[in-house]
């Protein structure tokens, strides 16, 4: 992973932290990752951000989602989905079972 580009989507970071390959994302995010997708070159992925993720469906940047559930019920949390998202169906185009009972699941989205 250090060897990847990495762009850091942050409201209170001045800088990447100096993680390797590294940039701030500093303007509009919209404007942002449209220009990323229009470039040549690998998928983007995202990790560890719902509110991203959330902003990037809203503005139709998503073409895939990739979930992994995991065997644990933790009562509460962060959810990827807001109340009253827009309905969109999911087509499952992957999944994969692991010895430890994770799934990962690969849904592509459905243009509304």
Same mark, same amino acid.
């Given at each position: 992973m250090h060897g990847y580009p990495k762009h850091v989507a942050s409201?209170?970071?001045? +800088?990447?932290?100096?993680w390797n390959n590294s940039t701030?994302?500093?303007?509009?995010? @919209?404007?942002? !990752?449209?220009?990323l997708k229009q470039q040549e070159g690998k998928d983007i992925l &995202?990790?560890?951000s719902a509110q991203l993720v959330r902003t990037l469906m809203r503005h139709g940047l998503v073409? +895939?989602? $990739?979930?992994?559930?995991?065997?644990?019920? &933790?009562g509460k949390g962060k959810h990827v989905f807001?109340?009253?998202?827009?309905?969109r169906i999911l087509e499952l185009v992957d999944s994969k079972t692991f010895g430890?009972? !994770? &799934?990962?699941?690969?849904? @592509?989205?459905? $243009?509304?």
């Open positions: 409201t209170i970071l001045q +800088e990447p932290l100096g701030l994302i500093k303007g509009d995010i @919209r404007e942002e !990752v449209s220009s &995202v990790f560890g073409d +895939e989602l $990739r979930l992994m559930v995991f065997p644990i019920i &933790v807001e109340d009253g998202e827009d309905g430890t009972g !994770v &799934v990962s699941l690969a849904y @592509r989205l459905e $243009r509304s």
